[in-house]
């Protein structure tokens, strides 16, 4: 379990972090998202206590990080900047570190298999791939088989077997009880493989949900309908967890709980005519884009000036 209250953060005027409060709750996967220079990468350097923080806390099942006796068998964390002895073998890599942490060597054989890195793992570290850094790093957070796992961007650099590989790995990580905090920028990979999602923009907290609020909330299930007939469509379509909007006298009419197809038949059988029957799927990228609009940072301009073709005589 972690939990944040208050936690900010402060590089100057700057504030990268500010007043967030959340818990990360074991059993699940909760994703981390936000536009760039949202705070996350603070956020989780503020959990490992890489950083501190300026005010507020942060802590892991109930301690400050720093406090815990044995904390690499706490909190298992892959975090962007890793240093990893560039001239050091995968294996002398984790073993120096498991060594100095009080972990068993054959711990260092479990988690290089764990990690796809067993025809790797006697190479030099610095000639690895993106791809195969980040094996190396989430094998690092496993060494202690912590209780709490926390990755930023974990997903970055792998291939598509790398990713699936993640996915699973996080999920079943899950399933065995330990609290997974995962940032991530994929919004796709996140619908698959987050439960709950803590959503942040400018350092604050934008949402604290779960993937299937989050998209419902952003209009992900709704219905658009245009009628000659919306007053008596209405009546018909009423019921248990249906909701209908639209203004009065209006054609149109929106509606949440009830399938497009549902709808189709519906006006059917009681002869209603229907000029529009739409269904709205929102996906998380965009209910994402929705939530974060107003808080990203840096935007990019989608204006691109076009340049005369060379020998053009235009
Ligand atoms: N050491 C630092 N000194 C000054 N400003 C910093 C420092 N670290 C981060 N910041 C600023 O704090 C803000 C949050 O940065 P942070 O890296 O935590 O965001 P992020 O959500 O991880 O972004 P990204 O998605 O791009 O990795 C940014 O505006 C960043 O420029």
Redesign the pocket.
């Known amino acids: 379990m972690i939990e944040a209250q208050q936690l900010t953060k402060r590089?100057?005027e700057?504030t990268?972090v500010d007043g967030l409060d959340f818990d990360v709750k074991p059993g699940t996967v909760t994703g981390f998202l936000?536009?760039?220079?949202?705070?996350?990468?603070?956020?989780m350097r503020m959990i490992v206590g890489l950083d501190a923080p300026t005010s507020g806390s942060v802590t892991v099942n109930g301690r400050r990080y720093a406090r815990h006796q044995a904390p690499l068998q706490e909190v298992g964390a892959l975090l962007e900047a890793k240093s990893i002895h560039p001239g050091r073998s995968a294996y002398n890599h984790l073993l120096a570190l498991a060594l100095t942490h009080g972990i068993p060597r054959r711990r260092v054989h479990e988690v290089i298999e764990l990690a796809g890195l067993g025809s790797v793992a006697k190479k030099r570290a610095g000639a690895f791939s993106l791809g195969m850094g980040q094996r190396l790093g989430i094998a690092a957070a496993l060494l202690g088989d912590p209780q709490t796992v926390m990755l930023d961007e974990p997903v970055n650099g792998l291939d598509p077997e790398g990713v699936l590989w993640i996915r699973n790995l996080l999920k079943a990580l899950a399933e065995e009880g330990r609290t997974v905090f995962v940032s991530s920028?994929l919004m796709s990979e996140m619908a698959l493989v987050a439960d709950h999602l803590i959503i942040?923009g400018r350092?604050r907290l934008l949402a604290d949900t779960t993937v299937g609020d989050l998209v419902r909330e952003a209009g992900g299930d709704t219905v658009q309908i245009a009628t000659q007939e919306a007053a008596r469509l209405r009546e018909v379509l009423a019921g248990p967890g249906v909701e209908i909007t639209g203004r009065s006298g209006s054609e149109e009419l929106q509606v949440t709980g009830l399938s497009a197809r549902e709808i189709g038949l519906k006006a059917a059988e009681h002869g209603i005519a229907l000029f529009e029957l739409t269904a709205r799927t929102v996906s998380l990228e965009e209910a994402f884009m929705n939530l974060t609009r107003d808080a990203v940072?840096y935007h990019g301009s989608t204006t691109v000036e076009t340049p005369e073709p060379v020998g053009s005589n235009a």
């Open positions: 590089y100057g700057k990268a936000g536009p760039n220079g949202a705070g996350k990468s603070t956020t920028h942040a350092g940072e």
